[in-house]
């Protein structure tokens, strides 16, 4: 059995106006992954799109920050220490509320996480 072991500094992911997302575990990092486990940094006064994920649950834990999250039509005020699970194929994105950098955990119940995108 062998174990994976990747490092937030040097991780590889998307870089946005909004933020950026380091992949830390997925089938691309890890073909025996059962399971996706990444970072989501969000700049202060930014905020991610509206998307779903249709083939996986996800879970959310801020480590820093301050942000509200949408799910459906619904708005949460989260903060350092809170955590949200969003399931599988409801749209949601967060708002960065505070003066820095909120720092989230992601993991998804998929290796091969599905995302699609909302222009509303």
């Known amino acids: 059995m062998a174990a994976t072991i990747t490092d937030a500094e ?3 992911g998307p870089e946005f106006d909004w933020g950026a997302i380091r ?3 997925s089938s691309e990092i890890d073909t025996d992954a059962e399971m996706t486990f990444g970072m ?3 700049n202060p006064g930014e905020a991610n799109p509206r998307h779903m994920h249709p083939n996986c649950e996800e879970i959310i834990y801020l480590l820093s920050g301050r942000c509200d999250h949408q ?3 619904e708005w949460h005020a989260l903060e350092a220490g809170m955590m949200l699970r969003i399931p599988r194929g409801v ?3 967060a708002r960065n509320t505070g003066w820095e950098a909120v720092r989230m955990i992601i993991v ?3 290796p091969d996480r599905e995302t ?3 222009e509303d």
């Open 10 to 12: 040097t991780a590889n």
């Open 23 to 25: 992949w830390l575990c």
């Open 40 to 42: 989501v940094f969000i």
């Open 71 to 73: 799910l459906g039509d």
């Open 91 to 93: 749209k949601h994105c």
């Open 108 to 110: 998804y119940s998929d």
């Open 116 to 118: 699609v995108f909302y």
